[in-house]
Each structure stands twice: as C-alpha cells, then as structure tokens.
C-alpha cells in the first residue's frame, strides 16, 4: 500500500477546507473509524494513520482500507494531534461526511412499525456519559435518543469516540422544552418511565415491555423537577450494595435491556 505523507500546511489546509465545504467532522480511534467504514464507507472524505504505529492491530486496520479502495494518509503524531485536537486517537482519524437521522421525535414515531424504544437523558453534559449512554441504546435497539438543548452535551468527537459508530445509528434529538416533547410523546401511546430511587415501583416489577420512552436523570441530581413530574410512572433499580447509584449509561442498560427481556 502506498501511503500519502502530507507536510503540516497541507493537511491543515485540507481538513479546514474539507470540513467546511462537506458539513464534515473529525472521527477518531479505532472503534469509531471502523464503525463508520462498516456501515457508510462512501461518507469518508479521508483517513489519517499515524506512521509510527506498525502493530498487528494498525496492520489489520490498513488491510480492512485496501479492501476498501481507501488510501489512508500518513502524518506523524504530532500533526495527527492537531487534527483530531488532542492525542488520544490511537494513531487513527478520519474525516467523515454526516450520515442522514431522524431529526425530530415526530419523524422518528411517525415510521415506526414496532412499538417505540424511546431514551429521555434530563442534564447530561459529561461527552464520555453521552457517548456510552449512545452505545447501550444501540446495542438495545433505541429509536432515538432526547435531551433538552440546555444543559447537555451535544455529539462531539469525544461522544463520536467512546459511542464505538452508534452515534452515526442512533438519532440524538435535541429538544427546547423537554417537558412539552415528554407530553407531546404521550400521545403517541408511549408510557414515560423515569429512574428515581424514591420510585413507587422496583424496575423487575413494572410493566415496561410496550412502547416505552425511558428517563434518565444525571447522577447525583436526577431528573429536574418537571421532568420528574411529567412521567407517568417512576422506577427504581433494586441496590443490593452500599453504592447509592449507578453510573448514567450503566442504569440506561439495566432499564433498557429490561423492556428487551419483556418484549422478548
């Protein structure tokens, strides 16, 4: 394979460029690159190795891009550093185009013929949380994922990172008022079942099978007051330990993958 070095004014000039004309953003490591070549090969604009790494694992990924008919460019660390913003990339990044989602909830539950699998996350603004948050809900088959637009983290390279692709699977809808869209979501039949450790129900006891939108709050805080209000019903996760809480995208799971067991 024959590997393109690109000198520092060049590749500055090129990703601006790119970034700019195609609506494109910065995807990095392993995970992340490899989940979008998987699934929209066509959407990669380029792909950045780091020269110096000539491990078995770098070796398989150039492989996988000959196979794809992709010429990766080589850049040193440094300038990989600069691309991505920071060095924690894996000597891996590339610049992709965005990939069509639902970008409303009435899209999404308007061309649904299952019943909906909604995840609600109420002030979730740590990017590492989103993106696993992202992961668990499209490893359960999430229809979409909702936060408000006010306080909570957008999708960023980070939440691109750690999400492993389900952020180029999953929509994320940002919403202005949470409160309306949860109500707006209830008359599409959906049961809104938020997480709260005073909730009247234990998670294994409650009917979550149907057509569920499931409510996270952020850990520690929970689900704001008018969120917390609006559901039709508040749960809680069984803690046999001496731990109070669970990690936002480790309760997503268990909730989650609780309404799959149901709707078996």
């Not at 398989?60 to 794809?68: D, E, G, K, Q, Y």
């Not at 006010?150 to 990172?161: E, L």
């Not at 709050?217 to 809680?236: F, N, P, Q, W, Y």
Request: glycine letters at 8%.
């Amino acid at each position: 394979m024959r590997l393109m070095r690109i000198n520092t004014l060049q590749w500055r000039l090129n990703v601006n460029k790119a970034m700019i004309m195609s609506n494109a953003k910065i995807l990095f490591g392993f995970h992340a690159v490899q989940a979008r070549l998987r699934v929209a090969a066509s959407s990669v604009r380029e792909v950045y190795v780091e020269h110096a790494r000539a491990d078995k694992r770098m070796q398989n990924f150039l492989a996988s891009l000959v196979r794809l008919n992709i010429e990766p460019r080589l850049v040193d660390k440094h300038r990989l550093d600069g691309i991505v913003g920071h060095s924690r990339h894996q000597g891996v990044a590339a610049l992709a185009g965005d990939i069509r989602l639902a970008n409303s909830v009435d899209e999404v539950l308007e061309n649904l013929s299952v019943p909906p699998l909604l995840l609600v996350l109420d002030g979730i603004t740590d990017p590492h949380n989103l993106g696993a948050c992202l992961r668990v809900a499209d490893a359960a088959g999430v229809h979409a994922v909702i936060a408000p637009k006010d306080k909570a983290v957008g999708i960023n390279a980070t939440v691109a990172k750690v999400a492993s692709g389900a952020a180029d699977h999953v929509p994320y809808i940002m919403v202005t008022n949470l409160a309306r869209t949860l109500r707006e979501i209830k008359e599409h039949d959906v049961w809104v079942v938020g997480t709260d450790e005073e909730g009247t129900s234990v998670l294994h006891d409650a009917k979550v099978g149907g057509a569920i939108a499931w409510v996270m709050g952020a850990e520690g805080e929970g689900m704001r007051r008018l969120t917390r209000e609006t559901c039709d019903e508040l749960v809680r996760i069984p803690m046999a330990g001496s731990v109070a809480s669970l990690n936002v995208s480790v309760a997503a799971g268990v909730c989650l993958f609780e309404s799959v067991r149901q709707r078996g």
